[in-house]
């Protein structure tokens, strides 16, 4: 059971455009969701994270935005760049839960320049 | 950032042997480790969670006897893939948590194993 999902395997943006990845969760005891960014044969790397008492989290030209009672998520990367291609996980967690993070599949994002 | 070392990067073994390896915090004390296992284009998979100075709890349907996990130390955990076959050919993750920075996760770089 995919309690963490990722629908669109791949997106390909335009450099400079916006890249809206989403995500949606079935679990409604999740209440801390983050976004990892990964390179092939590399571990994921943290970007941004929101916590469930919040509905939008902004780092830069990243913008996490979280819609609980759609238990939707979307990661917002404006403008984008070719370096931003990479596979973008979200993951969510239950605080406390000894930080154990579900993950979704993940999606390919291509920044062509 | 905190640094999450993992050794060696890329293994080929061959079938019934074991490897090892190895998850390290660099700069850090983590007194929790995870394990995942990542197949080709799909999610991380949590395999096992350990806790420094106690046994791992392993996540439904990943085997203990096959996959060894030892945290001796709150910098150091240790994955064996006992007896490996053909299809234990993946990616493998660590991640560290530092209890200190906001319950935050830190991964490794991965580990490559390959099965002949």
């Known amino acids: 059971d995919q309690q963490v999902k990722q629908n669109s395997p791949s997106l390909s943006v335009q450099e400079g455009r916006i890249s809206i990845l989403n995500c949606d969760y079935t679990?409604?005891?999740?209440?801390?969701f983050l976004w990892y960014k990964k390179y092939p044969a590399e571990g994921p790397t943290f970007l941004i994270s929101?916590?469930?008492?919040?509905d939008k989290n902004e780092d830069g030209r990243f913008t996490v935005f979280l819609n609980k009672s759609a238990k939707h998520l979307s990661l917002h990367i404006v403008p984008s760049q070719p370096g931003d291609s990479a596979v973008y996980f979200c993951?969510?967690?239950?605080?406390?839960?000894?930080?154990?993070?579900?993950f979704g599949k993940g999606i390919t994002l291509s920044v062509r320049p | 950032g905190a640094v999450v070392s993992q050794h060696p990067s890329r293994v080929i073994c061959k079938s019934g042997t074991s490897v090892k390896i190895e998850c390290r915090s660099l700069?850090?004390?983590?007194?929790?480790m995870f394990w995942y296992r990542q197949f080709p284009k799909k999610s991380l998979m949590l395999m096992a969670t350990?806790?420094?100075?106690?046994?791992?709890?392993?996540e439904q349907g990943v085997e203990k006897d096959k996959f060894l996990i030892n945290h001796a130390s709150l910098t150091l955990s240790t994955l064996t893939v006992t007896s490996a076959h053909p299809e234990d050919s993946s990616f493998y993750i660590c991640?560290?948590?530092?209890?200190?920075?906001?319950?935050?996760?830190?991964f490794g770089p991965g580990t490559r194993l390959t099965v002949t």
């Open positions: 991640s560290a948590r530092d209890g200190r920075v906001w319950d935050e996760q830190y």
């Open positions: 679990n409604s005891m999740f209440d801390y």
């Open positions: 929101i916590s469930s008492i919040k």
């Open positions: 993951a969510a967690r239950i605080t406390g839960a000894n930080s154990k993070l579900t």
């Open positions: 700069d850090f004390q983590a007194t929790t």
């Open positions: 350990s806790n420094e100075g106690s046994k791992a709890t392993y």
